[in-house]
């Protein structure tokens, strides 16, 4: 079996024994990269010296006999808008095209002492904002399963170099939907922790109350085993959790006794496609034929979370960006009159349309005579939003539902209507505003052979939980082993 069909696992237990070299392995998946990424244009940047250099050190460990961590050969991609200290970072924005931070991310840093192989910076939104990543400043990617078709977003290279098996893992950033929905589009597993699971220290910022940063994989054994190497706590960040972290990847086998699925009806209403709605029926019923009871549940306050999370986003965003001015931070234009022309055409020339749009959102929210009427309102039903969710989890062991409305968009197709791109995040916007854990896995296609997701959600720090639930349709269905035909 090639390399790239074997999984992170496998990857590194042939390592530890000797039977595959942590270069072969680097080298196979470079020309991998080299041979189809022209097409799908996943990554913003690979070093191919840094990657092999990595795979060299770690061979000459093995070969000392000196003890491999638990990702040891197995190349790991990193979103670009975390931090690797002297890579250069940009958040694919003009803005940052010349950023070399001068530290690593607190996940990063976790890579590396476990052993794997940093394999490049993906393609995304420009500061993670959109969802189809064709708000990237330097590169459109394209969906593996068909190129006509967007991966999602934001983290879509990150979804796109999984699902192309360009590198067994990867870390995308998830603020509204940004690992889910890609990773549904893509035919992946992707998953958003539960906020302060992961540390967030090292991740560019882009709504600081709802960013989290996940693994994505083709598997949930791979997944469970990426997301116990990043969790845990880290002082850097006030809003770590310092809780246990559970051995996933140990549990993960372990089926769920009376499971008891709650099935929300708002996420069954218009606008849902029907094929996108029959493959999730038909993976609630795999769940019902092994003895899952589903339940019905209401979350009401779900048809105000895209209007709460555009103001609470935007806001947060509006502040974080603000250091962005070509002096403190960032680009700076080269023609200017005084100091404030050089200010706002540092940003309107770094800055693209979407984040531009976003920043006046934000800014609009919190100005004085607004901030009562939007943001404050908006705080008020995000509470609601998370007691909805409180009030059905004591029925239910988790909530299922669709991950987006439809199966992967075409590219352009909604470039030029904001609001119906933002509307493809309709599921999994809650999520986020309720700090809540959120799985993503593949249950089925449409008839154009594009992947459909189902969405797992679970209550705060029950990730364990949510995976032992995903692993049980992955048990009895093979909709995690296909692999989408790539043409050079």
Not at 81 to 107: D, E, I, W
Not at 297 to 316: G, I, N
Not at 399 to 405: A, F, L
Request: glycine share 8%.
């Amino acid at each position: 079996m090639p390399i790239h069909e074997l999984s992170a696992c496998h990857i590194q237990s042939e390592f530890q024994v000797g039977n595959l070299k942590a270069v072969e392995i680097a080298k196979h998946f470079l020309e991998r990269v080299r041979q189809y990424d022209s097409v799908i244009k996943s990554f913003l940047s690979l070093n191919e010296d840094d990657v092999l250099q990595q795979a060299e050190v770690l061979d000459r460990k093995r070969q000392k006999g000196e003890d491999l961590g638990r990702l040891a050969g197995v190349p790991v991609a990193l979103k670009d808008n975390l931090c690797v200290n002297g890579q250069v970072t940009t958040c694919a924005s003009k803005m940052l095209q010349q950023f070399r931070p001068p530290y690593s991310a607190h996940v990063v840093e976790r890579l590396q002492r476990e052993n794997a192989i940093l394999f490049g910076k993906c393609n995304l939104d420009e500061f993670a904002m959109g969802s189809s990543t064709e708000n990237s400043a330097y590169q459109k990617a394209c969906n593996p399963w068909n190129v006509q078709h967007t991966p999602g977003g934001s983290s879509g290279g990150s979804a796109a170099v999984v699902a192309a098996s360009f590198a067994p893992l990867a870390l995308g950033s998830d603020t509204g939907g940004s690992i889910r929905q890609p990773a549904s589009f893509c035919g992946i597993a992707g998953m958003k922790p539960s906020y302060g699971r992961v540390s967030r220290y090292g991740l560019v910022a882009f709504a600081s109350s709802l960013d989290q940063i996940g693994p994505l994989a083709s598997n949930l054994s791979d997944l469970s085993l990426l997301l116990e190497v990043i969790a845990g706590y880290d002082h850097r960040d006030s809003t770590s959790v310092n809780t246990d972290v559970p051995s996933y990847a140990a549990t993960l086998n372990q089926p769920i006794e009376n499971l008891v699925i709650g099935v929300p009806d708002e996420f069954f209403k218009e606008g849902l496609e029907a094929e996108v709605e029959h493959a999730v029926r038909e993976a609630l019923k795999v769940y019902q034929e092994h003895g899952a009871q589903i339940v019905p549940v209401s979350l009401p306050h779900t048809k105000y979370a895209v209007s709460v999370y555009y103001l609470v986003a935007t806001a947060e965003a509006s502040s974080n960006l603000a250091r962005y001015d070509g002096v403190h931070y960032g680009y700076r234009s080269r023609q200017y009159d005084s100091m404030i022309h050089m200010y706002s055409k540092s940003r309107g020339e770094g800055f693209g349309k979407e984040v531009q749009r976003r920043i006046m959102l934000g800014t609009y929210a919190l100005s004085s005579g607004y901030y009562d009427a939007y943001y404050k309102k908006a705080l008020q039903v995000r509470r609601l939003i998370k007691q909805d969710y409180d009030a059905a989890f004591k029925k239910c062991d988790v909530i299922m539902g669709p991950v987006t409305p439809t199966p992967a968009f075409k590219l352009g197709e909604k470039s030029d209507d904001p609001l119906s791109m933002y509307l493809s995040d309709i599921y999994t916007i809650s999520c986020n505003l309720a700090g809540i854990v959120g799985l993503s896995i593949n249950c089925g296609q449409n008839t154009g052979g594009l992947p459909i997701g189902l969405q797992i959600l679970g209550k705060e720090f029950e990730e364990e939980k949510v995976l032992r639930a995903g692993r049980m349709f992955e048990r009895v269905t093979d909709w995690h082993h296909r692999r989408p035909v790539m043409k050079s």
